[in-house]
């Protein structure tokens, strides 16, 4: 993960943009694979998890010291869920007194060549 310590109002804008196609790719592969998984009885979970000191946060705490978001892909079966994968999106963390943030080094290469493709991860399905 690179580390950011310092945010400009045009990297601010790019990670919240960033953040909000993770969500639009989550929803998108979630319906294109919905049919498949409730064919055999499963539900597919595919979201853009956001939290802060292990709680629910909004979008607009991005910036906040201890939140985090990331992907999580998972599967519903009789009642139970099944994590699968756990993808590191963005974490806003404070260590000695230094606030700074992560972002996943190839984040940004990949939304840029996944927001027109299909996440190689399902397409062996």
Same mark, same amino acid.
């Given at each position: ?26 929803r998108?592969?979630q319906?294109?694979f ?5 064919? *055999?009885?499963?539900?597919l979970t ?5 939290e802060? !000191?292990g +709680?629910? /946060?909004?979008?607009?705490?991005i =910036?906040?010291?201890?939140y985090?978001?990331?992907i ?6 009789d ?7 756990y ?6 963390l404070?260590?000695?007194n230094n *606030?700074?943030r ?5 984040e940004?290469?990949?939304? !840029?060549? +996944?927001? /027109?493709n299909?996440l190689?991860? =399902?397409?062996?399905?």
């Amino acid at each position: 993960m690179r580390q950011i310590f310092q945010l400009d109002d045009k990297l601010r804008t790019e990670i919240m943009e960033f953040e909000k196609s993770c969500e639009e790719i989550c929803r998108s592969q979630q319906k294109k694979f919905e049919d498949l998984f409730n064919k *055999k009885r499963k539900r597919l979970t595919v979201e853009l998890i956001r939290e802060k !000191k292990g +709680k629910i /946060a909004a979008a607009n705490d991005i =910036f906040e010291e201890n939140y985090e978001s990331y992907i999580e892909t998972g599967i519903e079966e009789d009642g139970e869920y099944f994590p699968d994968a756990y993808i590191p999106v963005w974490k806003c963390l404070k260590k000695c007194n230094n *606030k700074y943030r992560l972002q996943c080094k190839d984040e940004m290469k990949w939304q !840029k060549s +996944k927001r /027109a493709n299909n996440l190689s991860a =399902f397409n062996g399905m």
